[in-house]
Nanobody
Framework: QVHLVESGGGLVQAGDSLRLSCAASGRTFENYIIGWFRQPLGKEREFVAGLRWSGAAIQYADFVKGRFTIFGDIYNNLVNLQMNNLKPEDTAAYYC?????????????????WGQGTQVTVSS
């Protein structure tokens, strides 16, 4: 069992930066794939970025490439999402999720564990 908790969301202006963190308890991240997803109000949940500790694989959704960076802190059991140059369309609830395997999946249904989410609101 893995328990995930997100933090770091908030209200910012367009062009600002935020760092989201996903903390795990119960198990360490090193055997899992950690994905960040977001869900705008009234829309479906979508993949943002994923990291696999084993082999250090990383994957991004096209709409965040060059602006968001996912990176891990193995000593503190955290997976962070650094978000730069935020846009109003980045406004959403952001979730981290965990699964196992070799390929980083971009489908929410492939993840077994989820955090409660953290809200990011970007004003124009």
């Amino acid at each position: 069992q893995v328990h995930l908790v997100e933090s770091g969301g908030g209200l910012v202006q367009a062009g600002d930066s935020l760092r989201l963190s996903c903390a795990a308890s119960g198990r360490t991240f090193e055997n899992y794939i950690i994905g960040w997803f977001r869900q705008p109000l009234g829309k479906e949940r979508e993949f943002v970025a994923g990291l696999r500790w084993s082999g250090a694989a990383i994957q991004y959704a096209d709409f965040v490439k060059g602006r968001f960076t996912i990176f891990g802190d193995i000593y503190n059991n955290l997976v962070n999402l650094q978000m730069n140059n935020l846009k109003p369309e980045d406004t959403a609830a952001y979730y981290c999720a965990a699964t196992d395997g070799l390929i980083i999946p971009d489908s929410p249904g492939r993840y077994h564990y989820w955090g409660q989410g953290t809200q990011v609101t970007v004003s124009s």
